[in-house]
């Protein structure tokens, strides 16, 4: 067993409606750094799952006529289908209204109450309904409405528990001077508008609707929404209960822990989750990674808008490899992105079809006719493409490793480029004609060798197209791991099929 361990979480997302591609960016981009995680030796656990409780999701049973869980419970199935559709291997979904989870909740509430991190006192101040938020004045525009949802914040007066936030100032500055918050442009935006801006504590339970965990403390409060949610990336390892072994595991100092979110949950997730885990003495996470959004034709995303992609109808148009590629390569997480489906046609068109497809199926075919299927066996390690190929197996794993996912994938896309100009500059068809053998078997052997590496490099992404690709080059795909490819410790045998692996989308 690997001693390297490897955590990874999405948010849970909030089952008041669909979800949209969005939501599908980033359990793509979670599931991709797991599966490269998998492929260099480390044990992984992956966790994705739904935000169950609060006042929307009493509304939206009630306009239903639904108990809230029956309501959840119908809308869950709908998650979990996305997933198996977009390949997402996760090893738990937890949903916050799982008895373990609820459990740990509780004791979280109280250890934090019973050391003087968690007051009774009152909030008084700016509420969106639709965010489950209270807001700061910088959220704000000068009729409150909500910069990121657009609707009108109101005003809300009642008793709660506070998170003493403000206690943890020093603490939070000191954590913000270390890279865990990634890109560097979310860092200034949380130092300037609210650790170094007035920081404020933060309510943690309500008395004003009923759907959520009651504390023991009080038979009026239900835990309130953030810290319900965001304590489930310790829940589900098992804090709180007698079986902790996966806690010990996957959030310990032995372990690397990513937690990826969208923008717009940033401010949670590094300033009261950290407060949180330091209260309950526990390990920060390594890497908060802090997605951009999605731009439909410039704007953000909204139902207000009309403009919300549906994952299915991508998928079911495109495949969900292409899906995969266009998050994975086409939205760079430090920018916001766009998607249209002109954009994503031109990608896959450009970069799967026109690059590598036809790199595949090219050298397939000149492999076929004119070594019947299987070349002589060669030493390639003096040759340019070899070399290329071994620099670009090294910097996608450098690249990964930042979670820089569109730059690493930039590596592969330009070794394919670099193997079609061989191609033309080389003519192997002319090779042929002259009877140079040696020549041809010596540039297809490094030509098959690159591709391998592609196709190997590029399998966390494109999950179903993989063992075909692999096929395409003579090799059983399942059997290869990253250090036979480095070490070109390759078994290949006889290309019988000409098959197309990517075929050009029409515009």
């Known amino acids: 067993m690997s001693n390297k361990n490897f955590y990874v979480t999405t948010p849970i997302y909030y089952p008041s409606g669909n979800l949209h591609i969005g939501h599908a960016y980033t359990t793509v981009l979670a599931d991709v750094i797991a599966r490269y995680k998998k492929e260099n030796g480390y044990n992984v656990f992956f966790l994705t799952g739904s935000d169950e ?5 009493e509304t939206k049973a009630k306009e239903a006529n639904l108990d809230p869980k029956k309501y959840v419970d119908g809308m869950i199935v709908g998650f979990k289908e996305l997933w198996k559709k977009l390949d997402i291997n996760f090893d738990r979904f937890i949903r916050t209204t799982d008895e373990d989870h609820v459990e740990g909740v509780k004791k979280i509430f109280t250890k934090l109450l019973k050391q003087d991190d968690i007051y009774l006192g009152e909030y008084v101040g700016k509420y969106c309904t639709s965010c489950e938020e209270f807001l700061t004045k910088e959220q704000m525009d000068e009729n409150f409405r909500h910069s990121v949802c657009k609707n009108i914040a109101k005003d809300l007066s009642e008793e709660t528990y506070m998170l003493r936030v403000s206690k943890y100032h020093k603490f939070l500055v000191k954590l913000f001077e270390t890279n865990f918050l990634i890109p560097e442009n979310r860092k200034s935006e949380m130092l300037n508008n609210f650790i170094n801006n007035n920081l ?14 009651k504390i023991n403390e009080s038979d009026k409060h239900i835990i309130y929404v953030w810290l319900d949610a965001l304590s489930n990336y310790i829940t589900a390892l098992g804090w709180g209960s007698d079986n902790d072994k996966l806690l010990k595991q996957f959030w310990s100092k032995d372990s690397e822990v990513l937690q990826i979110v969208g923008k717009e949950i940033t401010r949670f997730h590094s300033i009261y989750w950290p407060v949180m885990l330091e209260g ?22 909204s139902k207000s808008l009309g403009n919300v992609v549906d994952p299915n109808y991508i998928i079911n148009t495109y495949g969900s490899d292409a899906v995969r590629f266009y998050i994975s390569y086409n ?17 896959f ?14 050298v397939s075919n000149m492999i076929i006719k004119y070594s019947d299927g299987l070349l002589n066996k060669v030493d390639i390690s003096k040759t340019e493409l070899f070399k290329e190929s071994q620099v670009t197996i090294k910097n996608f794993g450098i690249l990964m490793d930042e979670y820089k996912y569109s730059k690493a994938i930039e590596t592969v896309l330009g070794l394919g480029n670099l193997a079609n100009k061989l191609i033309e500059d080389s003519k192997p068809w002319d090779l042929d004609k002259q009877g140079k053998k040696k020549e041809l078997n010596l540039l297809l052997s490094q030509l098959q060798y690159a591709i391998v590496t592609i196709n190997f490099l590029l399998k966390p992404i494109l999950v179903k197209s993989y063992e075909t690709m692999m096929i395409q080059m003579g090799v059983d795909g399942s059997q290869l791991s990253l250090s ?21 989308l029409a515009i």
């Open 53 to 57: 409780h609060g006042q929307k999701i």
């Open 200 to 213: 404020e504590d933060l309510s943690v339970t309500r008395v004003t609707f009923d759907w959520g965990i």
């Open 280 to 301: 309950l003495g526990l390990k920060m996470p390594d890497k908060l990674l802090s997605h951009g959004w999605i731009l439909v034709k410039n704007e953000k995303m």
């Open 331 to 347: 939205l760079p997480t430090e920018n916001d992105g766009s998607y249209s489906d002109e954009l994503m046609i031109e990608s």
């Open 349 to 362: 068109n450009t970069n799967l079809a026109n690059n590598i497809g036809n790199l595949i199926s090219r």
């Open 484 to 504: 036979s490819l480095v070490k070109n410790e390759i078994s290949f045998s006889k290309i019988k099929e000409k098959l197309i692996i990517f075929k050009r």
